[in-house]
């Protein structure tokens, strides 16, 4: 099996920092892509910014110049650093990582963290 663990949201003023983490544990053997994305009540899932293993990156255009994501592929770890929040970037983030064991590819709904929750005050 494997489980992805989110770490780092909470409640920060307009204008603050804030960083999340994921770390993927269990049974594999690869990690490909790695990406946040977050979720507001009604409103379906948006990418907020990917990471391939060998380093490329893309963003959402609300985000860009303002996060930055990062990974560790030894640790399996990926994390975003959120910098200039805005009241706008409220939502529950969630870790998504496309990993295969070595069977292969994990299934869609073992590929998502729990989420965390990012609330910006104005």
């Known amino acids: 099996q494997v489980q992805l663990v989110e770490s780092g949201g909470g409640l920060v003023q307009a204008g603050g920092s804030l960083r999340l983490s994921c770390t993927a544990s269990?049974?594999?053997?690869?990690?490909?892509?790695m990406s946040w994305y977050r979720q507001t009540p009604g409103k379906p899932r948006e990418l907020v910014a990917l990471i391939s293993s060998g380093g490329y990156t893309n963003y959402a255009e609300s985000v860009k110049g303002r996060f930055s994501i990062s990974r560790d592929n030894a640790k399996n770890t990926v994390w975003l650093q959120m910098d200039r929040l805005k009241p706008e970037d409220t939502a529950v983030y969630y870790c998504?990582?496309?990993?295969?064991?070595?069977?292969?590819?994990?299934?869609?709904?073992?590929?998502w963290g729990q989420g965390t929750q990012v609330t910006v005050s104005s």
């Open positions: 998504n990582a496309d990993m295969f064991d070595y069977a292969g590819h994990y299934p869609p709904h073992l590929s």
């Open positions: 269990g049974n594999i053997f690869s990690v490909n892509d």
